[in-house]
Protein backbone atom coordinates (compact mmCIF):
# COMPACT_ATOMS: atom_id res chain seq x y z
CA UNK A 1 0.00 0.00 0.00
CA UNK A 2 2.30 2.47 0.88
CA UNK A 3 4.72 1.40 -2.11
CA UNK A 4 1.64 2.44 -4.08
CA UNK A 5 1.12 5.41 -2.64
CA UNK A 6 5.10 6.82 -3.43
CA UNK A 7 4.45 5.87 -7.04
CA UNK A 8 1.40 7.74 -7.56
CA UNK A 9 2.92 10.49 -5.67
CA UNK A 10 5.85 10.32 -7.73
CA UNK A 11 3.58 10.34 -10.80
CA UNK A 12 1.68 13.79 -9.76
CA UNK A 13 4.80 15.42 -8.62
CA UNK A 14 6.05 14.83 -12.67
CA UNK A 15 2.92 15.37 -14.26
CA UNK A 16 3.01 18.57 -11.84
CA UNK A 17 6.27 19.70 -12.74
CA UNK A 18 6.06 19.17 -16.41
CA UNK A 19 2.87 21.41 -16.19
CA UNK A 20 4.38 24.32 -15.08
CA UNK A 21 7.27 23.71 -16.93
CA UNK A 22 4.96 24.14 -20.06
CA UNK A 23 3.09 27.16 -18.18
CA UNK A 24 6.11 29.02 -17.89
CA UNK A 25 8.31 28.35 -21.27
CA UNK A 26 5.20 28.98 -23.16
CA UNK A 27 5.16 32.39 -21.70
CA UNK A 28 8.69 32.90 -22.72
CA UNK A 29 8.33 31.54 -25.90
CA UNK A 30 5.94 34.26 -26.60
CA UNK A 31 7.81 36.68 -24.72
CA UNK A 32 5.98 37.17 -21.96
CA UNK A 33 8.11 36.34 -19.62
CA UNK A 34 11.34 37.25 -19.16
CA UNK A 35 12.68 36.37 -15.35
CA UNK A 36 13.14 33.50 -12.47
CA UNK A 37 10.63 31.32 -10.98
CA UNK A 38 11.10 28.98 -7.85
CA UNK A 39 8.47 26.67 -6.77
CA UNK A 40 8.70 24.34 -3.83
CA UNK A 41 6.51 22.00 -2.54
CA UNK A 42 6.58 18.63 -0.25
CA UNK A 43 10.07 20.33 0.98
CA UNK A 44 11.16 19.92 -2.73
CA UNK A 45 12.32 22.51 -5.43
CA UNK A 46 10.03 21.62 -7.51
CA UNK A 47 11.16 24.26 -10.55
CA UNK A 48 14.33 26.18 -10.55
CA UNK A 49 14.17 28.04 -13.74
CA UNK A 50 15.36 30.98 -16.11
CA UNK A 51 13.78 32.72 -18.83
CA UNK A 52 15.25 35.37 -20.79
CA UNK A 53 17.90 37.84 -20.69
CA UNK A 54 18.97 40.45 -17.65
CA UNK A 55 19.88 42.79 -19.86
CA UNK A 56 19.23 42.19 -23.44
CA UNK A 57 22.42 39.96 -23.68
CA UNK A 58 23.25 38.07 -20.83
CA UNK A 59 21.12 35.24 -19.56
CA UNK A 60 19.02 35.07 -16.33
CA UNK A 61 20.30 33.28 -13.46
CA UNK A 62 19.53 32.09 -10.09
CA UNK A 63 22.01 34.38 -8.38
CA UNK A 64 19.63 37.63 -10.83
CA UNK A 65 19.01 40.21 -8.31
CA UNK A 66 15.45 41.91 -9.00
CA UNK A 67 14.32 45.28 -7.52
CA UNK A 68 11.18 43.44 -5.64
CA UNK A 69 9.31 46.83 -4.96
CA UNK A 70 6.73 46.25 -1.91
CA UNK A 71 7.54 43.16 -1.05
CA UNK A 72 10.24 45.16 0.61
CA UNK A 73 7.27 46.27 3.16
CA UNK A 74 7.41 42.70 4.94
CA UNK A 75 11.07 42.92 5.68
CA UNK A 76 10.15 46.08 6.67
CA UNK A 77 7.48 45.05 8.94
CA UNK A 78 9.49 42.17 10.20
CA UNK A 79 12.26 44.97 11.61
CA UNK A 80 9.39 46.87 13.34
CA UNK A 81 8.93 43.09 15.03
CA UNK A 82 12.52 43.06 15.99
CA UNK A 83 11.97 46.24 18.08
CA UNK A 84 9.10 45.12 19.76
CA UNK A 85 10.44 42.28 20.41
CA UNK A 86 13.44 44.44 22.34
CA UNK A 87 11.40 46.26 23.88
CA UNK A 88 12.14 49.55 22.47
CA UNK A 89 8.28 50.55 20.88
CA UNK A 90 5.29 48.57 21.36
CA UNK A 91 2.74 47.93 18.17
CA UNK A 92 0.20 50.15 20.14
CA UNK A 93 2.39 53.36 20.58
CA UNK A 94 1.17 56.64 18.61
CA UNK A 95 4.31 57.46 16.24
CA UNK A 96 5.02 60.88 16.91
CA UNK A 97 6.62 60.28 20.07
CA UNK A 98 9.36 57.81 17.67
CA UNK A 99 9.68 59.92 14.74
CA UNK A 100 11.61 63.20 15.99
CA UNK A 101 11.59 65.41 13.89
CA UNK A 102 9.71 64.14 11.77
CA UNK A 103 6.40 64.28 13.95
CA UNK A 104 3.40 65.86 12.05
CA UNK A 105 0.60 67.23 14.57
CA UNK A 106 -1.82 65.68 11.68
CA UNK A 107 -0.82 62.01 12.74
CA UNK A 108 -1.03 62.71 16.83
CA UNK A 109 -3.16 59.68 16.93
CA UNK A 110 -1.56 57.56 14.56
CA UNK A 111 -0.06 54.69 15.73
CA UNK A 112 2.42 51.76 14.72
CA UNK A 113 0.10 49.10 14.51
CA UNK A 114 -2.10 51.11 11.61
CA UNK A 115 0.91 52.26 10.01
CA UNK A 116 1.63 48.22 9.33
CA UNK A 117 -1.64 47.36 8.47
CA UNK A 118 -2.36 50.73 5.89
CA UNK A 119 -5.20 51.83 8.53
CA UNK A 120 -4.00 55.13 9.21
CA UNK A 121 -5.25 57.21 7.11
CA UNK A 122 -1.75 59.10 5.64
CA UNK A 123 -1.83 60.07 2.14
CA UNK A 124 0.53 57.73 -0.10
CA UNK A 125 3.12 58.64 -2.26
CA UNK A 126 3.51 57.12 -6.13
CA UNK A 127 -0.42 56.61 -5.99
CA UNK A 128 -2.91 58.91 -7.79
CA UNK A 129 -5.96 60.25 -6.33
CA UNK A 130 -4.66 60.67 -2.62
CA UNK A 131 -4.23 64.47 -2.45
CA UNK A 132 -0.92 64.72 -2.74
CA UNK A 133 1.65 66.69 -5.39
CA UNK A 134 2.27 64.09 -8.22
CA UNK A 135 5.57 63.27 -8.61
CA UNK A 136 8.14 60.57 -9.71
CA UNK A 137 11.34 59.12 -8.75
CA UNK A 138 14.61 60.08 -9.87
CA UNK A 139 18.29 58.16 -10.31
CA UNK A 140 19.66 60.22 -7.12
CA UNK A 141 19.26 59.95 -3.68
CA UNK A 142 16.65 62.08 -1.60
CA UNK A 143 17.00 62.59 2.20
CA UNK A 144 14.17 61.03 4.17
CA UNK A 145 13.46 64.48 5.29
CA UNK A 146 12.33 65.80 2.28
CA UNK A 147 10.24 62.77 1.12
CA UNK A 148 8.11 63.06 4.39
CA UNK A 149 7.85 66.73 3.41
CA UNK A 150 6.18 66.22 0.15
CA UNK A 151 3.20 64.06 2.14
CA UNK A 152 3.80 65.34 6.10
CA UNK A 153 1.26 68.40 5.89
CA UNK A 154 -1.25 66.42 3.88
CA UNK A 155 -4.89 65.90 5.42
CA UNK A 156 -5.55 62.53 6.72
CA UNK A 157 -8.08 60.35 4.30
CA UNK A 158 -10.17 59.44 7.15
CA UNK A 159 -9.88 59.10 10.85
CA UNK A 160 -6.98 56.51 12.05
CA UNK A 161 -8.33 53.38 12.29
CA UNK A 162 -11.59 53.21 10.71
CA UNK A 163 -10.34 52.38 7.14
CA UNK A 164 -7.94 50.36 4.46
CA UNK A 165 -6.23 53.16 2.30
CA UNK A 166 -2.84 51.30 0.95
CA UNK A 167 -0.28 53.78 1.71
CA UNK A 168 3.51 53.89 1.13
CA UNK A 169 4.37 56.66 3.21
CA UNK A 170 3.17 54.70 6.04
CA UNK A 171 5.94 52.32 5.43
CA UNK A 172 8.22 55.36 4.81
CA UNK A 173 7.74 56.59 8.65
CA UNK A 174 8.09 53.14 9.78
CA UNK A 175 11.36 53.41 8.17
CA UNK A 176 12.21 57.15 10.13
CA UNK A 177 10.80 54.82 13.27
CA UNK A 178 13.20 52.41 12.74
CA UNK A 179 16.23 55.03 12.32
CA UNK A 180 15.20 57.05 15.61
CA UNK A 181 14.97 54.18 17.77
CA UNK A 182 17.66 51.92 16.77
CA UNK A 183 20.10 55.22 16.07
CA UNK A 184 20.64 53.23 13.03
CA UNK A 185 19.65 54.17 9.02
CA UNK A 186 17.28 52.57 8.03
CA UNK A 187 19.79 50.64 5.31
CA UNK A 188 22.31 49.39 7.69
CA UNK A 189 19.82 48.09 10.54
CA UNK A 190 17.98 46.35 7.46
CA UNK A 191 21.21 44.78 6.21
CA UNK A 192 22.29 44.10 9.96
CA UNK A 193 18.67 41.90 9.99
CA UNK A 194 19.82 40.49 6.32
CA UNK A 195 22.88 38.96 7.59
CA UNK A 196 21.76 37.97 10.84
CA UNK A 197 19.38 35.87 8.76
CA UNK A 198 21.68 35.14 5.90
CA UNK A 199 20.20 36.65 3.16
CA UNK A 200 23.58 37.32 1.43
CA UNK A 201 22.02 37.75 -1.96
CA UNK A 202 19.69 41.00 -0.34
CA UNK A 203 20.81 44.26 -0.41
CA UNK A 204 19.70 47.86 -1.55
CA UNK A 205 22.61 48.40 -3.92
CA UNK A 206 22.85 47.40 -7.46
CA UNK A 207 25.63 44.69 -8.66
CA UNK A 208 27.04 42.70 -11.44
CA UNK A 209 24.37 40.66 -10.61
CA UNK A 210 21.35 43.05 -10.94
CA UNK A 211 18.82 42.45 -13.56
CA UNK A 212 18.20 45.72 -15.33
CA UNK A 213 14.21 46.67 -15.86
CA UNK A 214 12.51 46.97 -19.28
CA UNK A 215 8.93 48.47 -20.69
CA UNK A 216 7.25 46.03 -22.66
CA UNK A 217 7.40 42.36 -23.40
CA UNK A 218 8.10 41.30 -27.42
CA UNK A 219 11.94 42.06 -28.08
CA UNK A 220 10.78 44.89 -30.77
CA UNK A 221 9.15 46.97 -28.99
CA UNK A 222 11.17 46.54 -25.71
CA UNK A 223 12.34 50.25 -24.14
CA UNK A 224 15.24 50.87 -20.88
CA UNK A 225 13.12 51.56 -17.84
CA UNK A 226 14.56 54.15 -15.37
CA UNK A 227 16.04 53.30 -12.47
CA UNK A 228 15.65 54.88 -9.15
CA UNK A 229 17.71 55.37 -6.54
CA UNK A 230 16.40 53.30 -3.16
CA UNK A 231 16.30 56.28 -1.23
CA UNK A 232 12.69 57.57 -2.65
CA UNK A 233 10.85 54.07 -1.91
CA UNK A 234 12.58 53.75 1.87
CA UNK A 235 10.77 51.24 4.07
CA UNK A 236 8.15 50.82 1.12
CA UNK A 237 10.36 49.32 -1.59
CA UNK A 238 13.94 49.43 -3.27
CA UNK A 239 15.35 46.51 -1.97
CA UNK A 240 16.59 43.85 -4.27
CA UNK A 241 16.78 40.70 -3.93
CA UNK A 242 16.93 36.72 -5.59
CA UNK A 243 14.70 33.41 -5.38
CA UNK A 244 17.20 31.82 -3.41
CA UNK A 245 17.06 34.45 -0.46
CA UNK A 246 12.82 34.70 -1.27
CA UNK A 247 12.88 31.05 -0.60
CA UNK A 248 14.62 30.90 2.28
CA UNK A 249 13.39 34.14 3.78
CA UNK A 250 10.17 31.32 3.72
CA UNK A 251 11.80 28.89 5.60
CA UNK A 252 12.99 31.44 8.45
CA UNK A 253 9.76 32.99 9.11
CA UNK A 254 7.87 29.92 9.16
CA UNK A 255 10.69 28.48 11.64
CA UNK A 256 11.18 29.09 15.81
CA UNK A 257 14.13 31.01 14.94
CA UNK A 258 12.52 34.03 13.65
CA UNK A 259 11.13 36.48 16.80
CA UNK A 260 9.01 34.77 19.41
CA UNK A 261 6.45 32.85 19.01
CA UNK A 262 3.70 35.92 19.54
CA UNK A 263 5.28 38.11 17.52
CA UNK A 264 5.67 35.41 15.07
CA UNK A 265 2.05 34.53 15.34
CA UNK A 266 1.08 38.24 14.33
CA UNK A 267 3.35 38.38 11.69
CA UNK A 268 1.50 35.61 10.10
CA UNK A 269 -2.00 36.56 10.45
CA UNK A 270 -4.64 39.10 8.97
CA UNK A 271 -4.98 41.97 11.45
CA UNK A 272 -8.17 43.76 8.87
CA UNK A 273 -11.29 42.60 7.51
CA UNK A 274 -9.46 42.65 4.21
CA UNK A 275 -6.93 40.30 4.59
CA UNK A 276 -4.33 42.57 5.36
CA UNK A 277 -1.49 41.94 7.92
CA UNK A 278 2.00 42.97 8.73
CA UNK A 279 3.68 44.00 5.17
CA UNK A 280 1.55 40.65 4.04
CA UNK A 281 -1.66 40.11 2.08
CA UNK A 282 -3.65 37.04 2.57
CA UNK A 283 -5.72 35.30 -0.05
CA UNK A 284 -7.25 31.96 1.04
CA UNK A 285 -5.24 29.27 2.41
CA UNK A 286 -1.94 31.68 1.10
CA UNK A 287 -0.02 34.53 2.64
CA UNK A 288 1.71 36.76 -0.28
CA UNK A 289 2.73 39.83 -1.82
CA UNK A 290 3.18 41.61 -4.55
CA UNK A 291 5.96 44.31 -6.02
CA UNK A 292 6.05 46.73 -8.82
CA UNK A 293 8.53 49.35 -9.69
CA UNK A 294 9.45 50.70 -13.53
CA UNK A 295 10.19 47.79 -15.53
CA UNK A 296 10.28 45.69 -12.39
CA UNK A 297 7.00 42.89 -11.09
CA UNK A 298 7.90 40.30 -7.84
CA UNK A 299 5.56 38.22 -6.51
CA UNK A 300 5.81 36.16 -3.50
CA UNK A 301 3.54 33.51 -1.95
CA UNK A 302 3.34 30.80 0.36
CA UNK A 303 1.43 28.10 2.38
CA UNK A 304 1.73 28.76 6.13
CA UNK A 305 1.37 25.29 7.17
CA UNK A 306 3.28 23.23 4.37
CA UNK A 307 5.57 26.08 3.55
CA UNK A 308 5.25 25.13 0.06
CA UNK A 309 5.78 28.59 -1.87
CA UNK A 310 5.85 30.68 -5.04
CA UNK A 311 8.50 33.12 -6.36
CA UNK A 312 8.64 35.11 -9.21
CA UNK A 313 10.56 37.90 -10.41
CA UNK A 314 10.34 39.34 -13.31
CA UNK A 315 12.36 42.32 -15.34
CA UNK A 316 9.48 43.46 -17.89
CA UNK A 317 6.25 45.65 -17.03
CA UNK A 318 4.09 47.94 -18.99
CA UNK A 319 5.30 51.64 -19.28
CA UNK A 320 1.91 53.40 -18.94
CA UNK A 321 1.33 54.28 -15.42
CA UNK A 322 -2.78 53.20 -16.60
CA UNK A 323 -1.51 49.91 -17.77
CA UNK A 324 0.93 48.99 -15.52
CA UNK A 325 -1.21 47.22 -13.38
CA UNK A 326 -2.32 44.93 -15.93
CA UNK A 327 1.97 43.91 -15.41
CA UNK A 328 1.15 42.82 -11.45
CA UNK A 329 -2.06 40.92 -13.02
CA UNK A 330 -0.27 38.95 -15.30
CA UNK A 331 2.07 37.61 -12.44
CA UNK A 332 -0.93 37.31 -10.06
CA UNK A 333 -2.81 34.96 -12.77
CA UNK A 334 0.62 32.67 -13.27
CA UNK A 335 1.44 32.31 -9.27
CA UNK A 336 -1.92 31.50 -8.86
CA UNK A 337 -2.21 28.72 -12.24
CA UNK A 338 0.78 27.54 -10.50
CA UNK A 339 -1.02 27.37 -7.38
CA UNK A 340 -3.78 24.79 -8.71
CA UNK A 341 -1.02 22.74 -10.85
CA UNK A 342 0.51 21.99 -7.49
CA UNK A 343 -2.81 21.11 -6.56
CA UNK A 344 -3.29 18.44 -8.75
CA UNK A 345 -5.20 20.33 -11.09
CA UNK A 346 -5.45 20.92 -14.70
CA UNK A 347 -4.64 24.55 -16.10
CA UNK A 348 -4.92 26.64 -19.38
CA UNK A 349 -1.52 27.45 -20.89
CA UNK A 350 -0.76 29.17 -23.80
CA UNK A 351 -1.08 26.79 -27.47
CA UNK A 352 1.90 25.39 -28.67
CA UNK A 353 3.57 27.18 -32.07
CA UNK A 354 3.40 25.02 -34.84
CA UNK A 355 5.55 25.36 -38.29
CA UNK A 356 3.00 25.85 -40.94
CA UNK A 357 2.17 27.00 -44.13
CA UNK A 358 1.35 31.28 -43.66
CA UNK A 359 -1.88 32.12 -45.62
CA UNK A 360 -2.14 35.89 -46.49
CA UNK A 361 -4.19 38.48 -47.65
CA UNK A 362 -6.86 40.71 -47.92
CA UNK A 363 -10.10 40.34 -46.14
CA UNK A 364 -13.19 42.39 -45.25
CA UNK A 365 -15.45 41.95 -42.42
CA UNK A 366 -18.39 44.54 -41.86
CA UNK A 367 -16.90 47.21 -44.19
CA UNK A 368 -14.01 46.75 -41.81
CA UNK A 369 -10.39 45.84 -43.94
CA UNK A 370 -7.58 43.35 -42.50
CA UNK A 371 -4.68 42.78 -44.38
CA UNK A 372 -2.36 40.10 -43.48
CA UNK A 373 0.99 39.56 -44.40
CA UNK A 374 3.64 37.58 -43.70
CA UNK A 375 6.24 38.09 -40.68
CA UNK A 376 8.88 35.28 -41.03
CA UNK A 377 7.72 32.46 -38.67
CA UNK A 378 4.44 34.55 -38.08
CA UNK A 379 2.18 36.86 -39.86
CA UNK A 380 1.42 40.73 -39.44
CA UNK A 381 -2.67 41.52 -39.03
CA UNK A 382 -3.58 45.08 -39.05
CA UNK A 383 -7.09 46.58 -39.86
CA UNK A 384 -8.27 49.73 -41.30
CA UNK A 385 -9.49 51.17 -38.21
CA UNK A 386 -8.89 49.38 -35.08
CA UNK A 387 -6.56 46.91 -33.54
CA UNK A 388 -6.96 43.60 -34.79
CA UNK A 389 -7.88 42.18 -31.11
CA UNK A 390 -11.03 44.55 -31.09
CA UNK A 391 -13.46 43.36 -33.91
CA UNK A 392 -14.93 40.68 -31.70
CA UNK A 393 -15.76 43.63 -29.25
CA UNK A 394 -16.67 45.83 -31.08
CA UNK A 395 -19.17 43.81 -32.54
CA UNK A 396 -22.51 43.22 -30.99
CA UNK A 397 -23.71 40.27 -29.52
CA UNK A 398 -26.20 38.27 -31.37
CA UNK A 399 -29.74 38.41 -29.28
CA UNK A 400 -30.03 34.63 -29.25
CA UNK A 401 -30.76 33.94 -25.95
CA UNK A 402 -31.90 35.63 -22.95
CA UNK A 403 -28.75 36.61 -21.17
CA UNK A 404 -27.20 38.29 -24.66
CA UNK A 405 -31.07 39.97 -25.38
CA UNK A 406 -30.93 41.41 -22.10
CA UNK A 407 -27.58 42.93 -22.72
CA UNK A 408 -28.65 44.11 -25.93
CA UNK A 409 -31.62 46.26 -24.09
CA UNK A 410 -29.12 47.43 -21.52
CA UNK A 411 -26.87 48.84 -23.89
CA UNK A 412 -30.00 50.26 -25.45
CA UNK A 413 -31.40 52.32 -22.50
CA UNK A 414 -27.79 53.10 -21.30
CA UNK A 415 -26.81 54.71 -24.33
CA UNK A 416 -30.68 56.54 -25.25
CA UNK A 417 -30.34 57.48 -21.42
CA UNK A 418 -33.51 55.15 -20.26
CA UNK A 419 -32.74 54.81 -16.69
CA UNK A 420 -36.61 54.38 -15.34
CA UNK A 421 -36.94 51.92 -17.92
CA UNK A 422 -33.77 49.72 -17.27
CA UNK A 423 -34.40 49.73 -13.92
CA UNK A 424 -37.04 47.14 -14.39
CA UNK A 425 -33.76 44.92 -14.85
CA UNK A 426 -32.13 46.33 -11.54
CA UNK A 427 -32.15 44.68 -7.62
CA UNK A 428 -33.79 47.07 -5.29
CA UNK A 429 -30.41 48.94 -4.25
CA UNK A 430 -30.16 49.74 -8.33
CA UNK A 431 -33.41 50.54 -8.91
CA UNK A 432 -32.48 53.09 -6.28
CA UNK A 433 -29.81 54.72 -8.19
CA UNK A 434 -32.00 54.77 -11.27
CA UNK A 435 -34.66 56.68 -10.27
CA UNK A 436 -32.75 58.92 -7.98
CA UNK A 437 -30.83 59.99 -10.75
CA UNK A 438 -27.22 58.69 -9.37
CA UNK A 439 -27.01 56.33 -12.59
CA UNK A 440 -27.28 59.60 -14.94
CA UNK A 441 -24.84 61.75 -13.20
CA UNK A 442 -22.43 58.25 -13.00
CA UNK A 443 -22.84 57.97 -16.78
CA UNK A 444 -22.42 61.24 -17.46
CA UNK A 445 -19.25 61.59 -15.87
CA UNK A 446 -17.91 58.47 -17.51
CA UNK A 447 -19.67 59.92 -20.74
CA UNK A 448 -17.09 62.65 -20.33
CA UNK A 449 -14.16 60.75 -20.15
CA UNK A 450 -14.74 59.49 -24.07
CA UNK A 451 -15.39 62.42 -25.62
CA UNK A 452 -18.69 63.00 -27.83
CA UNK A 453 -20.37 59.35 -27.12
CA UNK A 454 -21.14 57.97 -30.13
CA UNK A 455 -22.84 53.98 -29.39
CA UNK A 456 -22.85 51.41 -26.40
CA UNK A 457 -21.79 47.88 -28.13
CA UNK A 458 -22.71 45.19 -25.90
CA UNK A 459 -20.01 42.23 -26.78
CA UNK A 460 -19.66 39.89 -23.67
CA UNK A 461 -22.43 38.15 -21.19
CA UNK A 462 -22.82 35.24 -19.18
CA UNK A 463 -24.99 34.29 -16.05
CA UNK A 464 -22.96 36.71 -13.39
CA UNK A 465 -22.00 39.95 -15.73
CA UNK A 466 -21.88 41.07 -18.47
CA UNK A 467 -18.90 43.38 -20.80
CA UNK A 468 -20.26 47.36 -22.88
CA UNK A 469 -18.36 49.05 -24.80
CA UNK A 470 -18.61 52.76 -24.99
CA UNK A 471 -17.39 54.26 -28.10
CA UNK A 472 -16.17 58.19 -28.30
CA UNK A 473 -14.70 60.34 -30.04
CA UNK A 474 -11.40 60.91 -28.30
CA UNK A 475 -11.12 57.37 -26.48
CA UNK A 476 -13.02 53.70 -25.65
CA UNK A 477 -14.71 53.30 -21.87
CA UNK A 478 -15.31 49.49 -21.10
CA UNK A 479 -18.33 48.67 -18.87
CA UNK A 480 -19.15 45.37 -16.79
CA UNK A 481 -22.68 44.45 -15.39
CA UNK A 482 -22.97 42.26 -12.33
CA UNK A 483 -25.83 40.50 -12.30
CA UNK A 484 -27.39 38.57 -8.89
CA UNK A 485 -28.61 35.08 -8.87
CA UNK A 486 -31.61 36.04 -10.19
CA UNK A 487 -30.40 37.75 -13.75
CA UNK A 488 -31.12 41.35 -11.81
CA UNK A 489 -28.41 44.23 -12.41
CA UNK A 490 -26.46 44.71 -8.81
CA UNK A 491 -23.99 47.02 -10.33
CA UNK A 492 -22.64 49.05 -13.55
CA UNK A 493 -19.05 50.09 -13.07
CA UNK A 494 -16.05 51.48 -15.36
CA UNK A 495 -14.31 48.11 -16.32
CA UNK A 496 -11.23 49.78 -18.47
CA UNK A 497 -10.29 52.53 -20.58
CA UNK A 498 -8.60 52.27 -24.03
CA UNK A 499 -7.31 55.23 -25.94
CA UNK A 500 -8.42 55.29 -29.55
CA UNK A 501 -5.81 53.94 -32.45
CA UNK A 502 -6.52 54.15 -35.75
CA UNK A 503 -4.79 51.33 -37.03
CA UNK A 504 -2.44 49.25 -35.30
CA UNK A 505 -0.54 45.83 -36.22
CA UNK A 506 -0.56 42.52 -34.43
CA UNK A 507 1.29 39.61 -34.56
CA UNK A 508 -0.13 36.41 -34.91
CA UNK A 509 1.82 33.13 -34.46
CA UNK A 510 0.64 29.37 -36.34
CA UNK A 511 -0.90 27.01 -34.30
CA UNK A 512 -1.17 24.50 -37.04
CA UNK A 513 -4.69 23.78 -39.71
CA UNK A 514 -4.97 27.04 -40.77
CA UNK A 515 -5.52 28.16 -37.21
CA UNK A 516 -3.46 31.55 -35.65
CA UNK A 517 -2.86 32.76 -31.85
CA UNK A 518 -3.49 36.72 -32.51
CA UNK A 519 -1.36 37.76 -29.12
CA UNK A 520 -2.81 40.57 -27.44
CA UNK A 521 -0.23 40.86 -24.32
CA UNK A 522 2.31 42.68 -25.55
CA UNK A 523 -0.32 45.39 -26.22
CA UNK A 524 -2.35 44.77 -23.01
CA UNK A 525 -5.00 43.58 -25.23
CA UNK A 526 -7.68 40.88 -25.33
CA UNK A 527 -5.95 37.76 -27.55
CA UNK A 528 -7.66 36.11 -30.08
CA UNK A 529 -7.47 33.14 -32.91
CA UNK A 530 -7.50 33.49 -36.18
CA UNK A 531 -8.69 30.70 -38.94
CA UNK A 532 -7.76 31.54 -42.65
CA UNK A 533 -8.80 29.84 -45.24
CA UNK A 534 -9.42 30.33 -48.95
CA UNK A 535 -12.15 32.47 -49.03
CA UNK A 536 -12.36 33.55 -45.80
CA UNK A 537 -10.94 34.66 -42.12
CA UNK A 538 -12.64 33.93 -39.18
CA UNK A 539 -12.17 35.56 -35.50
CA UNK A 540 -12.90 33.71 -32.17
CA UNK A 541 -12.61 35.40 -28.44
CA UNK A 542 -14.76 35.61 -25.68
CA UNK A 543 -16.39 32.10 -26.74
CA UNK A 544 -17.84 34.36 -30.06
CA UNK A 545 -16.69 34.29 -33.43
CA UNK A 546 -16.99 36.89 -36.70
CA UNK A 547 -15.92 36.34 -40.45
CA UNK A 548 -15.29 38.38 -43.58
CA UNK A 549 -14.87 37.34 -47.11
CA UNK A 550 -11.50 37.32 -48.63
CA UNK A 551 -11.12 40.54 -51.13
Known sequence: MKKTILILMMAWTTICHGQLKKLYGR??????????????????????????????????????RFDIGSITKQFTAAAILHLVMDNKIKLHDFINPHLGEYRSERWKKVTIHQLL????????????????????????????????????????????????????????????????????????YMLEMFSKYELQETSFSRDSDSAFPFY?????????????????????????????????????????????????????????????????????????????????????????????HIVVLTNRSFEDITMFGKSADYVRELVTKSWSSIKGE???????????????GSFTIDEISVEVSENDTSLWVSTSEMPPSRIIINTTLEANDQQSLKMVEIARFLEKGKYWSLAGHCDGEMKFVMYSGMMSIGMRMMMNQVGKMTNIIPYYVDESHGLLRMKGTERILD????????????????????????????????????????????YGENSAKLKILEDKIVFYQLDRSVSGRRQ
Open 27 to 64: EAAYQHFNGVVLIQSDDSIRMAECYGTSDGQVPNELHT
Open 117 to 188: THTSGISSLYQTEQGLEVFFPESKEISLDELISRFREAKLLFSPGEEFSYSNSGYILLAAIIEQVSGLTYQD
Open 216 to 308: GYRSDLLKNAPIYHYSWFKGAGGVYSTVGDLSKWVEIITSYEFLNEELRALFLKPHIPLGYGYGWQFDGAYIQHDGGNAGFISFLSFHPKTKD
Open 346 to 360: DIEVLPALARWPLTT
Open 479 to 522: LIVYFDSEGLIQGIFEHGKYELDNKLSMLAYPLGNNLYYLDGLP
